[in-house]
């Protein structure tokens, strides 16, 4: 699926798209809390890949003698947990492991999510009615409710967590996608197209989605954002990564015995989600009210 | 105006059923079998076997979905694995608490949340826009139980000014008639003249209303500053304006209350959230809610109670929708004509 | 508008007032519970001891309060107030004494118990003890015919295997009571001091059907108050206890999940005594002026099970490569601090018949390497750690233990994944048999050595579902410790489990971790609190000194 999604965008180009993208290039310069929310991204995604160079220690190595060292002794920047293991390099590493949780959720929740919602809205009739019915479904479930059911009937673990926020996303795209494709299935291009012999896959998937693209990408940074702490959360609550995996969410849970007598424990990996959660919704901010200032709130 | 009530009341029916359904079938297929919860590290093999009897387990699944529907028609959830009590009354029990707190989550948001969207948008592009909306950012993207704990840190074991958790001092023994301590500690307070029940609850409240409400608060802000500033550039403001009457009415009078309509709209939506968010926030301040218990449910394979918690949460979240969907119709005219 | 903002302003802050205002009542609680005593001593209570009210935070809520039915910790604190059975622990101890029972016989062939009932003893419903009570409470768990049967299911009794040791229970007269039991087994009398055989008021159970676990009446010092679910239980002191009465006027169990949150909680004075203190906090709260912490080493071990039927457990070599692989010292460090002592044997050193003369194998990577070589893995192997998701008292935190396991493990060239389940899930997999290595436990219920040995050991515990989740099938092992339970004497049951112990270290089947102590911190104030050995909580003796 995604693969025909990257052939789509490869072939041709709508007409329209390079005056819009260089418009949107030109607003992005413009709007600082997007620049920012970039720049915090492009900070974490380096730190991601190159956690391995960056971090002063393995995140695994254990000294119990130096435990709950404070920070700026015995060489631990951000101090050191309970099994002394160096704070800054878990940190650094759960940094790579947010980026991917983010990146493979928002990634099911999109693949699923257009295509159903593609689906939805191209061919109506009775199939539109009984999707449409199952994501009512879905959507009657509150949000987090929906991810800890779904984690606790897969089992406890970082994957299922991903899989369980995956799922709990498709639903917005369904919607978003669908009502895009109802809205363009009838513009003249298409119908022209259609005349012209163009296939149903071509029609929907090379004419119609490029269209919808604005909206997606705005909710996929922010899905993204949402995505890191859903998946904090759960590790939180024992359901995500488990130990030793350096998850901000679980360092979190493993701190709370902490709260007397370690505050940099706590402290520090809160602050690291905060931060990378900040910049997709930075960005996802400015993107939206570039790529369209009706769409906000 | 009839007919659309009872086509959205009539599309209800088949949501709830379906997630009756949902629930069901997620539980039964889900690993983990709650009579080895039960019965622990002492278990034998003929315990067990007698006790999955007991509880229907060794039925085929289609069996037990008629049976799981013929009871859920009656609003019967079974009993608790766990406790043996009936699931219903436990939820009723602990639904008030996590209610109450959600509540005053909402109050927080809702009241600090309108004042900074107002303030901003009346000041828009100033340093004080700047700063709430960076601010209401930073709500957003904060997870919710880390805020819990740093307040915890500061105001608890930093500041020592709130307690821990839990909803009311313990030495304060009483006989709960409401099941929301706040009402109940109004009533003592009238009765018996004794403000320390009201204090006591009103101070459990405050971290955990805190810490619940921040996501909310910051939402509601970014929705009265967008809608404000969309009334603000409307005509009749522009006229009320060039009328020459006082800024202030205008903003507070005229623009404000145009403006609430989203934002209640949000209040309501956020409300239905706020109920399933507070099982973190339950389970970090010992707030004896609906939440807490039903992440134990989850946790001990307690079917019969995960079911129950679940459907009452959805079916809560899922009325509160279609109040705030059927309000905001018979307001705004417009949208039942679509 | 803007006045309606100003207003609730206004408001706002002259609430805030009167909560924080009202806060100079609440914070020092010490003191307001002083006025309340001053209000108890108008009725002194027996020798002059103060009562009052004792609120005890402990870290989960009860299931239920029906002793027969119910299984865990938390429930059996509750139970412990209202029951007494017909023998106990004598408090502090796993010595048995008499109680509802003022005596007992054996008959010669040790298959007859006849118990001679206390007179004049009533429920706290006014319904009158004796042996009628004695055969309901207990006849409801044996015989499937019995009208409360089903009231179950009565899982502890089954746990204990009593279907199979007793035969009959027999009323012989009002105040007579006969056990007729099908073989002959020494820890039997033990079992009956422990929860499960708590006598409850049969006019109770019938008027309140399923509902008695929520409405609990036994003849204890304390009688049952009032409940709040997943917040506390209310207890208050039975004035007619066929002992003197208790000191305490009332006793309310609190429930705060999080352990630091109760210590905290115990610093500020809203609670008195506190359960399952974190390991963490413990150097500090012995630090605090206004803190005493009780300890008792526990009836408890805490170890990690080698997985026989799979490969390359098999290997005696292996195991005790894996024996010399781990530093006992990091782990308790690490997860125990001052609550934890170091194991050797499956049998905790407070249990009679523990073996002392027992070495455990020291900390020597280079002699675990050496043995990995001979087992023929000079490289080591890859495998799975399993750690228990829940915190218990022989292992406060599984999953931290498993890491430090892991670290040490893969210095010997072993390299582990760590595995959890949620603990339902857990505890079906490892009993059958799917886990390499898994971290588990146990605590005492009847302090006999047979309750760990043959339970946790036995071949007949390695049938799936199985307790010996090692699967360790040693034939002169299981001789000895079948022999031992078929023995009556005490000395000679001593001989027999020390010759286990020698046979377990050598085979290795498990590698001990650690016995965890039981700490209470408690206030100053809080007096004579007895930490018992098989983990019951009793108020009885308490009293309070301000």
Redesign the interface.
């Known amino acids: 699926m995604s693969e025909q999604l990257l052939d789509t965008e490869s072939i041709e180009p709508i007409e329209k798209e390079p005056g819009r993208f260089r418009e949107a290039l030109h607003q992005l310069k413009k709007n600082k809390g997007a620049i920012a929310g970039l720049i915090i991204i492009a900070i974490f995604l380096f730190i991601a890949v190159f956690a391995p160079v960056i971090a002063p220690h393995d995140p695994l190595s254990q000294n119990i003698e130096l435990r709950k060292s404070a920070p700026f002794t015995e060489g631990f920047l951000l101090g050191s947990d309970d099994l002394g293991r160096d704070l800054l390099s878990r940190i650094i590493y759960g940094g790579r492991i947010s980026m991917i949780i983010g990146v493979v959720s928002v990634g099911i929740a999109l693949v699923f999510g257009i295509l159903i919602g593609v689906i939805s809205g191209y061919y109506g009739g009775w199939l539109d009615k009984i999707i449409m019915r199952l994501i009512d479904i879905m959507l009657a479930f509150p949000y987090v409710l929906l991810t800890i059911v779904i984690v606790a009937m897969l089992g406890p673990s970082l994957t299922n967590a991903m899989i369980a926020i995956g799922i709990s996303q498709i639903p917005r795209y369904v919607r978003m996608v669908r009502a895009s494709v109802l809205a363009e299935k009838e513009a003249d291009y298409v119908v022209a197209e259609r005349s012209l012999g163009a296939s149903n896959f071509e029609l929907m998937f090379r004419s119609i989605l490029p269209n919808c693209l604005a909206p997606i990408s705005v909710q996929a940074s922010l899905g993204v954002g949402e995505a890191i702490l859903s998946s904090a959360a759960l590790s939180f609550l024992g359901l995500g990564a488990q130990p030793p995996t350096p998850e901000w969410g679980l360092m979190i849970a493993s701190s709370r015995e902490f709260i007397t007598s370690a505050w940099w424990i706590v402290t520090f990996p809160g602050i690291a989600t905060l931060l990378a959660v900040l910049g997709f919704n930075l960005f996802g901010d400015g993107l939206r009210d570039m790529l369209d200032p009706k769409l906000r709130d | 105006m009839v007919r659309f009530l009872i086509k959205r009341l009539s ?1 209800l029916i ?3 059923l ?2 009756v359904t ?2 069901f079938f ?2 039964a ?6 009579a ?13 076997e ?2 999955r009897a ?1 509880l229907g387990l060794d039925q085929p699944l289609g069996t037990q979905y008629g049976l799981y529907l013929k009871r859920m028609v009656r609003f019967d959830f079974g009993k608790s694995i ?4 009936p699931v219903m009354e ?1 939820i009723s ?2 639904y008030p608490a996590t209610i109450e707190l959600a509540f005053f989550a909402m109050i927080f948001a809702a ?1 600090i949340g309108i ?1 900074i969207g107002v303030l901003s948008a009346t000041r828009k592009n100033t340093w004080i826009d700047f700063t709430s909306m960076v601010g209401a ?2 709500g ?8 819990a ?2 307040l ?2 500061i105001f ?2 930093g500041l ?2 709130l ?5 009311m ?3 304060y ?1 009483f ?2 008639i409401t099941n929301f301590y706040v009402i109940d500690a109004i009533i003592l307070l009238i009765r018996e003249g004794d ?2 029940y ?3 609850a ?2 459990h409240l ?1 971290l955990p209303s805190v810490a619940l409400g921040t996501i909310p608060l910051a939402i509601i802000a ?2 009265t500053r ?2 404000m500033l969309e009334v603000l550039t409307q005509d009749y403001i522009k006229t009320a304006r060039s009328a020459g009457i006082k800024e ?1 009415r205008v ?3 005229y623009a ?2 145009n403006a609430l309509l ?1 934002v209640i709209t949000i209040i309501g939506l956020q409300f ?2 706020l ?3 507070a ?2 926030t339950e ?2 301040f ?1 707030w ?2 609906l939440g ?2 039903l ?1 134990h449910a ?4 307690d079917y019969p109670a ?1 079911q129950g918690g ?1 459907i009452i ?2 079916t809560t ?2 009325l509160i929708n279609l109040v705030v969907d059927i309000l905001y119709t018979l307001v705004n005219p417009k949208i039942r004509l679509q | 508008m803007k006045k309606l903002l100003i207003a609730a302003l206004v408001l706002l802050i002259c609430f805030s007032g009167l909560v924080f205002a009202g806060g100079d009542q609440e914070e020092p609680a010490v003191k307001e519970k002083a006025q309340e005593k001053a209000q108890e001593k108008v009725t002194p209570a027996a020798d002059d001891k103060n009562g009052g009210v004792l609120v005890f935070a402990r870290g989960g809520d009860s299931v239920g309060l029906d002793p027969g039915r119910e299984t865990d910790g938390e429930s059996f604190y509750g139970c412990t107030q209202v029951f007494d059975n017909i023998v106990e622990f004598k408090p502090g101890t796993t010595e048995i004494q008499p109680a509802l029972a003022e005596s007992w016989d054996t008959s010669s062939d040790g298959l007859e118990f006849t118990f001679h009932l206390r007179k004049g003893v009533k429920f706290h419903d006014g319904t009158v003890f004796n042996a009628d009570a004695v055969v309901f409470s207990l006849g409801r768990q044996l015989w499937e015919d019995h009208p409360y049967y089903n009231h179950g299911p009565w899982k502890y009794w089954g746990g204990m295997d009593m279907s199979n040791i007793v035969k009959d229970i027999i009323a012989v007269d009002n105040y007579t009571v006969k056990f007729v039991l099908h073989k002959r087994e020494a820890p039997f009398i033990a079992n009956l001091a422990m929860d499960f055989a708590g006598i409850v008021s049969p006019t109770a159970v019938k008027k309140y059907g399923t509902d008695f676990p929520n409405n609990p009446v036994g003849t204890g010092p304390f009688k049952f108050v009032s409940w709040k679910k997943e917040d506390s239980i209310v207890f208050e002191k039975n004035k007619d206890y066929w002992r003197r009465p208790a000191y305490l006027d009332r006793v309310i169990l609190k429930v705060i999940p999080d352990a630091t949150a109760r210590y905290l909680a115990l610093q500020k004075g809203e609670v008195d005594i506190i359960d399952f203190p974190s390991p963490e906090d413990l150097e500090e709260m012995k630090a605090d002026p206004d803190i005493k912490v009780i300890q008792q080493a526990g009836l408890n071990v805490g170890y990690l099970a080698f997985n026989m039927d799979r490969k390359p457990f098999g290997d005696k070599r292996v195991r005790q490569a894996l024996n010399y692989a781990i530093n006992k010292d990091e782990i308790i460090a690490g997860v125990y601090g001052s609550a934890g002592t170091k194991a050797k044997n499956p049998l905790p050193p407070t249990m009679w018949s523990y073996n002392n003369d027992i070495v455990d194998y020291k900390y020597d990577p280079a002699m675990a390497k050496k043995l990995l070589s001979e087992a023929g893995y000079p490289d080591g192997f890859s495998t799975t750690l399993w750690a228990m998701p829940v915190s218990r008292p022989y292992n406060p935190n599984g999953r931290k233990v498993a890491e430090i396991m892991q670290a040490q493990f893969k210095k010997v060239g072993v390299l582990t994944e760590i595995v959890s389940y949620d603990w339902g899930t857990y505890l079906e997999k490892t009993d059958h048999g799917e886990h390499d290595m898994a971290l588990l436990g146990w605590t005492g219920d009847n302090g006999d050595p047979d309750n760990f040995l043959f339970v946790l050991l036995s071949a007949a515990a390695a049938e799936i579902p199985a307790q010996n989740i090692s699967f360790w099938r040693d034939k002169k092992f299981n001789d000895l410790i079948i022999e031992a339970k078929e023995t009556m004497d005490v000395a000679k049951r001593t001989e027999l489990y020390k010759k286990a112990q020698v046979i377990f270290k050598e085979e290795a089947p498990w590698l001990p971790i650690a016995h965890s102590v039981v700490s209470e911190p408690m206030m100053n104030y809080v007096m004579d609190f007895k930490l018992s050995p098989v983990g019951k909580r009793q108020f009885y003796d308490v009293w309070l000194d301000n």
Do not use: H
């Not at chain 2, 989850?298 to 394979?301: L, S, T």
């Open positions: 599309l088949p949501t709830l379906g997630v949902l629930v997620m539980i297929l889900s690993p983990g079998d709650p080895r919860v039960m019965l622990g590290e002492r278990a034998n093999k003929q315990q067990l007698t006790l007991e766990k406790t043996g009590r436990e029990n602990l009241t004042i950012l930073f957003v993207s904060m997870p919710v139980f880390w805020l704990l740093v915890i840190m608890s074991v020592d000014l307690p821990t958790g839990s909803r001092n313990v030495r023994y006989e709960s403000p320390k009201l204090s006591s009103v101070k405050i970014r929705v967008s809608s202030s903003v507070y009078r404000l209350k989203p239905g959230l109920l399933s968010g099982i973190l389970t970090i010992a004896p809610g807490k218990w992440y989850i946790e001990a394979r995960v679940v949460i959805s979240f899922v």
